[in-house]
């Protein structure tokens, strides 16, 4: 699918939210599901067993929501600049055939230009199977890779991880509610599900 229709299926999915992974779970909160990947909403591993044990709750709701599908894999990166520079070393090395999606202007109302900084997005297109993300769920564990977002070909499912957990989106509130259910013991025990 080319930039300028993903970008079009995008708005028609998600019509509130540009396609930021962050702001996702605030406009669309009754979709939305957050997991933590390590025990005690532990954040970072220290461990080979937490790494494991976090690639492990990343890649089982992975593949419950994608498993032989094929799906999108959307990177970011920011500048203060509209167009993007050349994709960190880092990025290039885990989504090599990546091309740009489309850029997003973080703050559009600001008034002074040495204030304004874009998130440029990049997307490739992958089965999915279990293990085939873990390089890049383990940047992301890592807070070395932000903005990550994992969706099936229709844009409906998304899964957006985070250094701590994943939040996931879904078509319908029942779906979310059983998806909670099943891995309720993964779920945050504050009270909004953060």
């Known amino acids: 699918m080319a930039g300028g229709d993903l970008l079009e299926l ?7 939210c540009p396609p930021l992974a962050h702001e996702l779970k605030h406009a669309y ?12 909403s532990k ?3 220290d461990t080979a067993d937490e790494y494991r044990t976090l690639l492990d709750r990343y890649n089982t ?24 520079g050349a994709r960190p070393d880092e990025q290039a090395r885990l989504q090599p055939d990546a091309r740009r999606w489309t850029s997003v202007c973080n703050n559009p109302d600001e008034t002074d230009p040495d204030f304004v900084s874009y998130t440029h997005l990049f997307v490739s297109r ?8 873990d ?5 992301v564990a890592d807070d070395v890779s932000g903005g990550v977002m994992i969706a099936d070909s229709s844009l409906e499912r998304i899964h957006h991880p985070y250094d701590g957990g994943s939040d996931v989106l879904l078509p319908t509130v029942a779906e979310r509610d059983a998806l909670r259910h099943r891995y309720a013991r993964w779920l945050s025990s504050h009270p909004e599900g953060f």
Not at 30 to 35: A, K, L, Q, S, T
Not at 135 to 139: E, G, N, P, Q, T
Request: aromatic residues 16%.
């Open 126 to 133: 992958t089965v999915w199977r279990r293990g085939a993300g």
């Open 10 to 16: 995008w708005q028609r999915r998600w019509p509130q």
């Open 135 to 139: 390089d890049l769920l383990r940047s």
């Open 29 to 40: 909160r009754d979709r939305w599901v957050r997991f933590h990947s390590l025990p005690g």
């Open 61 to 84: 709701i992975l593949d419950e929501l994608f498993i032989g599908q094929e799906v999108y894999l959307i990177t970011c990166d920011w500048s203060d600049s509209p167009e993007p």
């Open 43 to 45: 954040r970072y591993p």
